[in-house]
């Protein structure tokens, strides 16, 4: 029973029949009933079509623009158009006004991102007199049109123009001020990576100017919009929203009404209310509290106060069209101004700052403080703090102080704190550091290093230094003066190491502390004392003492007051030294009545090669000559030395003798020592003119070296 019995037929419950659910009987298959009536029509799905320039047509494939639009016309639903340009790049659609209805998506065959593929996208070229209109979405497209007679793509009629891209460029490459997208209103939404370019400041690449309509640009997933790429006019409402890393270049001449600018990626910690004004006239708004998050780009000028408007900020008056401030910014403080032409210029706050285009444009410069300058064609220059400081056509240049300059060629200098300072002269690699009223003038690589009233370089001036003190001057090759006043370094290699008013102009010489000294012989050095002088002489030395001087090569004073050493390696010190004579040691005494006295070491020397008397003479062939009006008391030692063999002599005279009127006067003549030592050799003094004779006669046959030393005492007064 239960293998004819279906579920919903009746069964005898023993009273009467009753529907069971369970069982049904089931009889033989009856014949086939009449067919329905057709149902309706359904949609063709969200179809897809293929343009394929210069492929072969076939199925969904095509590769004429003109009949795939044909085709598109015939199916009534969304639709994906898919751009391939493996053939022929970048992919042309036909002259023509091309309605998408708002429901066609246009796709680009392969997906590459931008930023990160370094891939080519897929390319789409829309000629002049080609025009799309009521675009929904692009989705991995470069987009290039040439808008020259009407906008690439267009709002139908009155409506909204409403769609999304993906990972897409869009270039204007028209001349005529066509943009390359016309809207009257609606939303615009870039995503994964969009990137907006305008090829020069005429072709924008969104144009809105509708009465009472409204435009939102949404910029999102680091989609850069550049500068020169909108264009809004006439009362439009226009929101741009910025998020997810969206850059948006706020150099926009064609900019003419007041957008609103809402930065949604943005941090807490600001002042409240901060508001942000774009060149020309776009507000940034910002949540209460919330300052731009790191990395909020600067692609223009940006005000963060009451900043100096004007063409300047507005890229070209209506009477300067095209003139511009290429990716400036100002940011905070007021009356700040950067001057047409200027490329890639910053100022950091502060007030009446400036980017000047005298003499050119200035480029990658940055300031901050109060009413400082950057003028001329300049690279790389900075004012960073202070005021009154000028930058003026230099390459990098950095100032942080007050009322400081570096002049029109000094590339590579820096001033550094301090007062009225500056750099000029076509100096290089110049640095001053602190202080009041230092300057570098000409030179390279010269420096002033704190002090006041300083200057390094000169027209031979390199590497020169001043370092502290007052009125120094460092003039010359690798020269330099380390503290002290008044002090002056003017030749190759030389120094000045503290003290006052001292004056080295020889190369390679050193004063070292001490006042009023001169040097202008080279490889000489004067330590201390107070008006010491050495002239010509290289190698001299002057140590200490008063109105001392060395007067001839490698000849030395010590220390005392008006000892001179007046010939080659003498040696005078003490009081009233005077060393005249070539390697003579003199010793100064003092003052006695109105004369000096001293003590006095001097050799004469030659040799003999027979009995013919030899005169004795020093290194510069000159005798002994005495001052005129003085007393000598003379210790004359004479050693003798035969050449090769043995044999020797010793004598020894005490002279007194004076010179007056220039002549010589030997008063007293005593052999206190004679030690022949078996030899016939004599030594005798005379007198001839000023000077002091001493003659050596030898043995014939004998070579016989022989010098004499004088010691003696002298004062003033004999007659």
């Given at each position: 029973?239960?293998?004819?019995?279906?579920?919903?037929?009746?069964?005898?419950?023993?009273?009467?029949?009753?529907?069971?659910?369970?069982?049904?009987?089931?009889?033989?298959?009856?014949?086939?009933?009449?067919?329905?009536?057709?149902?309706?029509?359904?949609?063709?799905?969200?179809?897809?079509?293929?343009?394929?320039?210069?492929?072969?047509?076939?199925?969904?494939?095509?590769?004429?623009?003109?009949?795939?639009?044909?085709?598109?016309?015939?199916?009534?639903?969304?639709?994906?158009?898919?751009?391939?340009?493996?053939?022929?790049?970048?992919?042309?659609?036909?002259?023509?006004?091309?309605?998408?209805?708002?429901?066609?998506?246009?796709?680009?065959?392969?997906?590459?991102?931008?930023?990160?593929?370094?891939?080519?996208?897929?390319?789409?070229?829309?000629?002049?007199?080609?025009?799309?209109?009521?675009?929904?979405?692009?989705?991995?497209?470069?987009?290039?049109?040439?808008?020259?007679?009407?906008?690439?793509?267009?709002?139908?009629?009155?409506?909204?123009?409403?769609?999304?891209?993906?990972?897409?460029?869009?270039?204007?490459?028209?001349?005529?001020?066509?943009?390359?997208?016309?809207?009257?209103?609606?939303?615009?939404?870039?995503?994964?990576?969009?990137?907006?370019?305008?090829?020069?400041?005429?072709?924008?690449?969104?144009?809105?100017?509708?009465?009472?309509?409204?435009?939102?640009?949404?910029?999102?997933?680091?989609?850069?919009?550049?500068?020169?790429?909108?264009?809004?006019?006439?009362?439009?409402?226009?929101?741009?929203?910025?998020?997810?890393?969206?850059?948006?270049?706020?150099?926009?001449?064609?900019?003419?009404?007041?957008?609103?600018?809402?930065?949604?990626?943005?941090?807490?910690?600001?002042?409240?209310?901060?508001?942000?004004?774009?060149?020309?006239?776009?507000?940034?708004?910002?949540?209460?509290?919330?300052?731009?998050?790191?990395?909020?780009?600067?692609?223009?000028?940006?005000?963060?106060?009451?900043?100096?408007?004007?063409?300047?900020?507005?890229?070209?008056?209506?009477?300067?069209?095209?003139?511009?401030?290429?990716?400036?910014?100002?940011?905070?403080?007021?009356?700040?101004?950067?001057?047409?032409?200027?490329?890639?210029?910053?100022?950091?706050?502060?007030?009446?700052?400036?980017?000047?285009?005298?003499?050119?444009?200035?480029?990658?410069?940055?300031?901050?403080?109060?009413?400082?300058?950057?003028?001329?064609?300049?690279?790389?220059?900075?004012?960073?703090?202070?005021?009154?400081?000028?930058?003026?056509?230099?390459?990098?240049?950095?100032?942080?102080?007050?009322?400081?300059?570096?002049?029109?060629?000094?590339?590579?200098?820096?001033?550094?704190?301090?007062?009225?300072?500056?750099?000029?002269?076509?100096?290089?690699?110049?640095?001053?550091?602190?202080?009041?009223?230092?300057?570098?003038?000409?030179?390279?690589?010269?420096?002033?290093?704190?002090?006041?009233?300083?200057?390094?370089?000169?027209?031979?001036?390199?590497?020169?230094?001043?370092?502290?003190?007052?009125?120094?001057?460092?003039?010359?090759?690798?020269?330099?003066?380390?503290?002290?006043?008044?002090?002056?370094?003017?030749?190759?290699?030389?120094?000045?190491?503290?003290?006052?008013?001292?004056?080295?102009?020889?190369?390679?010489?050193?004063?070292?502390?001490?006042?009023?000294?001169?040097?202008?012989?080279?490889?000489?050095?004067?330590?201390?004392?107070?008006?010491?002088?050495?002239?010509?002489?290289?190698?001299?030395?002057?140590?200490?003492?008063?109105?001392?001087?060395?007067?001839?090569?490698?000849?030395?004073?010590?220390?005392?007051?008006?000892?001179?050493?007046?010939?080659?390696?003498?040696?005078?010190?003490?009081?009233?030294?005077?060393?005249?004579?070539?390697?003579?040691?003199?010793?100064?005494?003092?003052?006695?009545?109105?004369?000096t006295a001293q003590f006095s070491r001097y050799s004469v020397f030659g040799q003999t090669s027979g009995a013919t008397p030899l005169i004795l003479v020093d290194e510069n062939g000159?005798?002994?000559?005495?001052?005129?009006?003085?007393?000598?008391?003379?210790?004359?030692?004479?050693?003798?030395?035969?050449?090769?063999?043995?044999?020797?002599?010793?004598?020894?005279?005490?002279?007194?003798?004076?010179?007056?009127?220039?002549?010589?006067?030997?008063?007293?003549?005593?052999?206190?020592?004679?030690?022949?030592?078996?030899?016939?050799?004599?030594?005798?003094?005379?007198?001839?003119?000023?000077?002091?004779?001493?003659?050596?006669?030898?043995?014939?046959?004998?070579?016989?070296?022989?010098?004499?030393?004088?010691?003696?005492?002298?004062?003033?007064?004999?007659?």
């Amino acid at each position: 029973m239960s293998s004819i019995l279906r579920p919903g037929y009746v069964r005898w419950d023993g009273l009467k029949y009753v529907l069971d659910p369970d069982i049904e009987i089931v009889g033989p298959s009856g014949l086939p009933g009449p067919a329905g009536a057709n149902g309706t029509i359904g949609s063709d799905g969200d179809a897809t079509l293929i343009y394929r320039p210069g492929g072969t047509a076939s199925g969904n494939v095509f590769t004429s623009w003109t009949l795939l639009m044909a085709k598109r016309a015939t199916i009534q639903s969304p639709m994906t158009v898919v751009i391939d340009d493996s053939i022929i790049s970048p992919a042309p659609i036909d002259v023509g006004v091309w309605n998408l209805t708002h429901n066609t998506r246009l796709i680009g065959v392969v997906g590459n991102r931008l930023e990160f593929s370094g891939l080519p996208m897929t390319q789409l070229s829309i000629p002049d007199g080609a025009q799309l209109l009521d675009p929904n979405m692009f989705v991995d497209l470069d987009i290039t049109g040439v808008s020259t007679s009407l906008p690439s793509i267009e709002t139908p009629g009155l409506n909204l123009l409403n769609f999304e891209a993906w990972n897409c460029i869009f270039r204007n490459n028209g001349t005529s001020g066509v943009p390359l997208i016309h809207t009257s209103g609606g939303t615009i939404d870039l995503y994964g990576e969009c990137h907006l370019i305008s090829s020069n400041n005429s072709s924008f690449i969104i144009s809105g100017n509708a009465a009472d309509g409204y435009l939102a640009l949404n910029i999102n997933d680091q989609c850069v919009v550049d500068g020169y790429s909108l264009q809004l006019s006439g009362s439009i409402l226009a929101f741009i929203n910025i998020s997810g890393g969206g850059s948006f270049g706020v150099v926009q001449p064609g900019i003419s009404i007041f957008p609103t600018v809402m930065q949604q990626n943005a941090v807490q910690g600001a002042p409240s209310n901060v508001s942000t004004s774009f060149n020309p006239n776009v507000t940034v708004m910002r949540p209460t509290g919330y300052a731009p998050a790191i990395g909020f780009p600067l692609n223009g000028i940006v005000s963060l106060g009451s900043n100096v408007p004007g063409f300047s900020y507005q890229n070209g008056s209506p009477t300067q069209p095209g003139v511009n401030a290429n990716y400036s910014s100002v940011l905070g403080g007021n009356n700040n101004d950067i001057g047409t032409g200027s490329i890639n210029c910053v100022i950091l706050g502060g007030s009446g700052n400036l980017f000047n285009n005298t003499g050119g444009s200035p480029t990658f410069g940055y300031i901050a403080g109060r009413d400082n300058k950057i003028q001329g064609t300049g690279l790389y220059n900075a004012i960073i703090g202070g005021e009154d400081n000028n930058i003026d056509t230099c390459t990098t240049c950095f100032i942080l102080g007050r009322n400081s300059s570096i002049a029109n060629g000094c590339s590579n200098s820096v001033i550094v704190g301090g007062d009225s300072q500056g750099i000029s002269g076509s100096s290089s690699r110049a640095i001053v550091a602190g202080g009041v009223q230092n300057f570098v003038i000409g030179g390279q690589g010269c420096g002033v290093f704190a002090g006041q009233n300083n200057t390094a370089g000169g027209g031979s001036g390199l590497a020169a230094v001043v370092l502290g003190g007052d009125l120094n001057h460092a003039t010359n090759f690798s020269c330099a003066v380390v503290a002290g006043e008044q002090n002056q370094s003017t030749a190759q290699w030389s120094a000045i190491i503290a003290g006052n008013q001292n004056v080295v102009s020889g190369q390679g010489s050193v004063i070292v502390g001490g006042g009023n000294n001169t040097l202008s012989g080279t490889t000489s050095v004067i330590l201390g004392g107070s008006s010491n002088a050495i002239s010509t002489a290289s190698g001299a030395v002057v140590l200490g003492g008063t109105n001392c001087s060395a007067l001839s090569n490698n000849s030395a004073t010590i220390a005392g007051t008006a000892a001179v050493a007046q010939n080659t390696h003498a040696v005078a010190m003490g009081n009233g030294a005077s060393a005249i004579h070539a390697s003579q040691f003199a010793q100064g005494f003092g003052s006695l009545s109105g004369v000096t006295a001293q003590f006095s070491r001097y050799s004469v020397f030659g040799q003999t090669s027979g009995a013919t008397p030899l005169i004795l003479v020093d290194e510069n062939g000159s005798e002994l000559g005495l001052l005129a009006g003085r007393a000598f008391a003379v210790r004359a030692t004479c050693i003798a030395n035969r050449v090769g063999v043995a044999g020797r002599a010793m004598f020894i005279h005490t002279l007194l003798v004076h010179q007056s009127s220039g002549t010589t006067v030997i008063d007293n003549d005593n052999v206190t020592l004679s030690v022949p030592n078996g030899q016939t050799w004599t030594i005798v003094f005379s007198a001839n003119g000023n000077a002091l004779r001493a003659t050596f006669t030898g043995t014939a046959g004998q070579n016989v070296n022989t010098m004499v030393t004088y010691e003696w005492f002298e004062v003033g007064g004999g007659a």
